[in-house]
């Protein structure tokens, strides 16, 4: 079992935090147009600032033998307004995150356990593929795009492992879009 702890910071601002020192997610009050609604000031305990849902490992018997715990706003209402979260990744040998965007934000693994392949797509095309031993961290620019032709140039046993689709159809579109392998 690998465990990775993956932050991510968020590039956006967020209007509540400039007015208020914090906004600590009231769950029990309507959501504004922002989001959460702000717990009263007096109402907020050091404990609203603590976490302790990350100790727990995920399910990892699942289609992608991986499990992805989040303490996101949703669940840690401290982190509210504040631009950045936070997630456990829990990968079984085997296990894959498949490829996804984080728009606006920037994204930190940190590897606790195990080792792992991590990569991005650059706007430009380019492949960043790094294999991450524990305790090594690695960061990923915002908003990279993983766009299908933005594919062509990953090995085809990756884009098969992290999208799911089927080798046959993923060198059928890399011939279309000019990649090869
Ligand atoms: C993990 O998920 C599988 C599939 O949903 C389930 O059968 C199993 O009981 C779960 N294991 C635990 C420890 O919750």
Do not use: W
């Not at 400039?18 to 922002?34: H, I, R, T």
């Amino acid at each position: 079992m690998i465990l990775i702890i993956s932050l991510i910071f968020s590039l956006l601002s967020f209007s509540n935090a400039s007015v208020l020192d914090f906004c600590v997610a009231d769950y029990a009050a309507p959501n504004g147009p922002a989001g959460y609604s702000c717990k009263k000031p007096t109402k907020v305990t050091a404990d609203d600032f603590a976490y302790s849902g990350l100790g727990i490992s995920g399910n990892t018997s699942n289609i992608i033998k991986a499990a992805v715990t989040p303490a996101f706003d949703a669940q840690f209402g401290g982190l509210n307004g504040l631009g950045i979260s936070a997630a456990r990744l829990d990968l079984a040998p085997g296990g894959v995150i498949p490829l996804h965007t984080h728009a606006g934000a920037s994204e930190l693994l940190y590897v606790v356990e195990g080792s792992i392949h991590a990569g991005f797509i650059s706007s430009a095309n380019a492949v960043y593929l790094k294999t991450l031993n524990k305790e090594r961290y690695y960061g990923i620019p915002p908003r990279l795009a993983a766009l299908p032709n933005q594919c062509s140039k990953f090995p085809t046993p990756l884009i098969v492992q992290t999208t799911f689709i089927d080798a046959a159809v993923v060198k059928k579109l890399k011939g279309v879009l000019g990649g090869s392998g």
